[in-house]
């Protein structure tokens, strides 16, 4: 297994290229599917979660070629009506539920194996079932398996109401509703970038959607998408998460090929805490020079400060003067990353969806797990900023969504080593 070895305490100076959107090419990837021709799709991260979802695509009849610099050329024509998604890939991904959509707006019937293993109508799933069906979908479960299926061997466009602005269930929605007949209108839809870049995508290749980035998204089914090239935009999070590296370590470092405007509600919460940041047209120099400062932080749908970036924020927080506190209201179960960061030192307690971190200025590096990928980066940049080594483990999490974590920070002068350790040892590390 692989870990990083971090030793900390060294200010960050120099530039990183932010790579494409993981959760964006995750959408766009599938989408292809419902796609007659060849889609050249550029700006495609080099992370695992989008190696597997290519794997995926090329084992049910896609044809699927790096074209060099981050571009990728998919011809979905081969795939067939009856090809089935793998239970050993797609539960391994949950975006891999988009499979669902996309097939169901192709072929009009779907067979994808439960991602993760979840029940049907269970709350992750609940809304994007609801949107199949209210578009004439008949959905249910067997052997593992979501069956979708067009009832009368059609899809209606029809007005959709989500409970929670769900990203999966708008962009799965959108993917269903795209060659439909007649009108879909999707309300309470999500607004994060990488719904608006999905839509985006499709309108190059021939559909009609608009409004996406409201709360209002309309979709006029097409008959015939067509192939072209898109480039997906630059990732919000990863972005972030280098910004809070640079909170942590400080230092002075630009970020190229970004979008400010999606960075927006990170910058403005760094600028609360202390950190400088400026803008320019597809770059952010952050810089940290002074102590941070305290504050409050609660999570929401975009343009709320992103729960993808809690735990890093979290992390930046505990190198801070005064006690923060931090509620996160769009995920279940996402402060477990926590009790690896008191073993940092720092003094955190945790009530439900209440955090309340209590500033000490400093941690110290201790052999940590990273338990999903977001923790991973919060472990990282609590490590960046840390007196002496920390070795972080479970960093396969960390590669699921960041392309070369290690080369990348090491570029901006971090002293950080990558090292194959045996599985026996880690969990002697981490009882
Ligand atoms: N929810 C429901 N019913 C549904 C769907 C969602 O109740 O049918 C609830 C969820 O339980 C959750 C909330 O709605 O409490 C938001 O979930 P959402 O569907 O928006 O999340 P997601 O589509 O499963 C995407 C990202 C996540 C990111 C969330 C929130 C992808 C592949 N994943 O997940 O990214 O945290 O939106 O912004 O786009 C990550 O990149 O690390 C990651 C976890």
Redesign the pocket.
Same mark, same amino acid.
């Given at each position: 297994m692989t870990q990083y070895v971090i030793r900390g305490g060294r200010p960050l100076h120099g530039e990183i290229n932010i790579s494409g959107a993981?959760?964006a090419a995750?959408?766009i990837l599938p989408a292809t599917l419902l796609v007659d021709g060849v889609c050249r799709i550029e700006n495609v991260p080099d992370v695992t979660?989008v190696t597997l979802m290519l794997e995926i695509l090329k084992d049910i009849g896609a044809t699927v070629s790096p074209a060099g610099g981050g571009a990728i050329l998919i011809d979905s024509r081969g795939v067939r009506a009856d090809s089935v998604a793998p239970y050993e890939q797609v539960r391994r991904m949950?975006?891999s539920y988009?499979l669902i959509g996309a097939f169901l707006g192709r072929f009009l019937n779907a067979q994808v194996a439960m991602p993760g293993g979840c029940n049907l109508g269970v709350?992750? @799933?609940?809304?994007? %079932?609801?949107g199949f069906e209210m578009l004439g979908a008949d959905v249910h479960v067997n052997a593992g398996f979501i069956h979708a299926n067009a009832r009368e061997g059609r899809l209606v466009g029809s007005p959709i109401y989500?409970?929670?602005?769900? @990203?999966?269930?708008? %962009?799965n929605i959108i993917l269903a509703a795209v060659m439909a007949d007649g009108l879909t209108v999707i309300e309470n839809a999500?607004r994060?970038p990488?719904v608006v870049d999905l839509a985006n995508f499709l309108n190059s290749t021939g559909a009609d959607i608009k409004g996406a980035g409201t709360d209002i998204i309309k979709i006029r089914g097409r008959k015939l998408l067509t192939g072209g090239a898109y480039t997906i935009i630059p990732d919000q999070?990863e972005a972030g998460t280098y910004m809070a590296a640079v909170a942590a370590a400080g230092g002075e470092v630009t970020l190229n090929n970004v979008i400010p405007k999606h960075l927006e509600c990170i910058t403005a919460k760094l600028t609360e805490i202390g950190v400088e940041v400026k803008e320019y047209d597809e770059s952010v120099l952050v810089r940290r020079t002074r102590r941070l400062r305290k504050t409050n932080i609660k999570t929401l749908?975009?343009p709320g400060f992103?729960?993808?970036m809690q735990p890093q924020m979290a992390a930046c927080l505990s190198f801070a003067e005064g006690t923060s506190m931090i509620t996160e209201s769009?995920?279940?179960n996402r402060f477990r990353y926590m009790d690896e960061l008191k073993r940092m030192g720092a003094r955190i307690q945790v009530d439900g969806k209440l955090a309340v971190v209590e500033g000490i200025g400093k941690l110290s590096g201790a052999p940590v797990q990273a338990c999903?990928?977001?923790a991973g980066a919060a472990l990282i940049v609590a490590a960046l900023g840390a007196e002496g080594v920390t070795e972080v483990g479970g960093v396969y999490h960390v590669e699921?969504?960041y392309e070369d974590v290690s080369g990348k920070l090491r570029g901006v002068g971090a002293d950080i080593r990558v090292e194959e350790v045996d599985d026996s040892e880690m969990a002697g590390q981490t009882g």
């Open positions: 993981k959760n995750l959408a979660d949950r975006a988009y709350r992750p @799933v609940d809304q994007h %079932i609801k989500l409970d929670v602005a769900s @990203v999966g269930a708008t %962009i999500a994060e990488h999070i749908p975009y992103p729960t993808d769009v995920a279940d999903d990928l977001r699921r969504g």
